[in-house]
């Protein structure tokens, strides 16, 4: 379980981080939608496994979004020692 979790949240929070840092507010505001909208993008952190996102989800037998939310609010409460 725990190589599953490693899968899941390693590549989607870099990504996640990616998408705050262009934001003016950081993690504050960012919103999974927005994530979901720059995964999407292929120009947008290019080099970020599109396919290990999708796929680590699907692993942990959870829905993206809910993953995404839930990646988000826990960057967000610890937003001060990540400085995002």
Same mark, same amino acid.
């Given at each position: 379980?725990?190589?599953?979790?490693?899968?899941?949240?390693?590549?989607?929070?870099?990504?996640?981080?990616?998408?705050?840092?262009?934001?003016?507010?950081?993690?504050?505001?960012? &919103?999974?939608?927005?994530? *979901?909208?720059? +995964?999407? #993008?292929?120009?947008?952190?290019? /080099?970020? !496994?599109?396919?290990?996102?999708?796929?680590?989800?699907?692993?942990?037998?959870? &829905?993206?979004?809910?993953? *995404?939310?839930? +990646?988000? #609010?826990?960057?967000?409460?610890? /937003?001060? !020692?990540?400085?995002?």
């Amino acid at each position: 379980m725990l190589d599953k979790a490693l899968l899941a949240c390693d590549e989607l929070t870099g990504f996640i981080v990616a998408c705050a840092q262009v934001r003016p507010e950081g993690i504050a505001t960012l &919103e999974t939608k927005s994530v *979901i909208k720059k +995964l999407k #993008d292929k120009g947008f952190a290019a /080099k970020v !496994e599109r396919d290990e996102v999708y796929k680590g989800a699907e692993l942990l037998g959870v &829905e993206l979004p809910d993953h *995404i939310t839930f +990646l988000i #609010d826990v960057l967000k409460r610890n /937003k001060q !020692e990540l400085a995002i």
